[in-house]
T-cell receptor, first 111, second 115 residues
Framework: DAKTTQPTSMDCAEGRAANLPCNHS???????VYWYRQIHSQGPQYIIH???NNETNEMASLIITEDRKSSTLILPHATLRDTAVYYC????????????FGSGTKLNVKP | DVKVTQSSRYLVKRTGEKVFLECVQD?????MFWYRQDPGLGLRLIYF???????EKGDIPEGYSVSREKKERFSLILESASTNQTSMYLC??????????????FGPGTRLTVL
């Protein structure tokens, strides 16, 4: 099974960078790392994904270690609206359409 | 805007009832998924489908079945609802066509309570 490990919760001050870590030691060479977030009472929403290089989009940056066994999602200037559960996942080695979602990290952005 | 819709946001059923949860996507996606979400357990995959009339079991298929007669619609069926099926149910869809990012698009969820 494609499993990930994330801290249960994290706090971040509004306006500061939020750095959310994830371990994905079972990732295989052709699998991408994906990050999603879930705001209360909504379905998860895609944030960003990457294979081995660092990626940036309008929402966040993704840093993947050279051995690809871990990654960090960075929200450069967290706002109160970024309070959510963040899920790190990667596509299953046997079925490229399946994701395995763990329990995620609850990010609390505080004023 | 891409859209995944689910037939109900909230549903209350009695033990033993047959329950249908409907999901529709308007993105012409090949793949559709049903998850349940419980506190402390994250999202767990129940069933998925990669084409019309095709289905595969996920991690927790017991007590559930699915139907995909049309590409845009994926139904989750609880043949005889039980109290341990009280949960939030999330539908998602995705495409594996070349040029797509491969991410899943989720519906808003259906909170099912079985009494």
């Amino acid at each position: 099974d494609a499993k990930t490990t994330q801290p249960t919760s994290m706090d971040c001050a509004e306006g500061r960078a939020a750095n959310l870590p994830c371990n994905h030691s079972t990732i295989s060479g052709n699998e991408y790392v994906y990050w999603y977030r879930q705001i209360h009472s909504q379905g998860p929403q895609y944030i960003i994904h990457g294979l081995k290089n660092n990626e940036t989009n309008e929402m966040a940056s993704l840093i993947i270690t050279e051995d690809r066994k871990s990654s960090t999602l960075i929200l450069p200037h967290a706002t109160l609206r970024d309070t959510a559960v963040y899920y790190c996942t990667h596509k299953d080695r046997n079925n490229f359409n399946k994701f395995y979602f763990g329990s995620g990290t609850k990010l609390n952005v505080k004023p | 805007d891409v859209k995944v819709t689910q037939s109900s946001r909230y549903l209350v059923k009695r033990t033993g009832e047959k329950v249908f949860l409907e999901c529709v996507q308007d993105m012409d996606h090949e793949n559709m998924f049903w998850y349940r979400q419980d506190p402390g357990l994250g999202l767990r995959l129940i069933y998925f489908s990669y084409d019309v009339k095709m289905k595969e079991k996920g991690d927790i298929p017991e007590g559930y079945s699915v139907s995909r007669e049309k590409k845009e619609r994926f139904s989750l069926i609880l043949e005889s609802a039980s109290t341990n099926q009280t949960s939030m149910y999330l539908c998602a869809s995705s495409s594996h066509r070349a040029g797509t990012r491969g991410e899943q698009f989720f519906g808003p969820g259906t909170r099912l309570t079985v009494l």
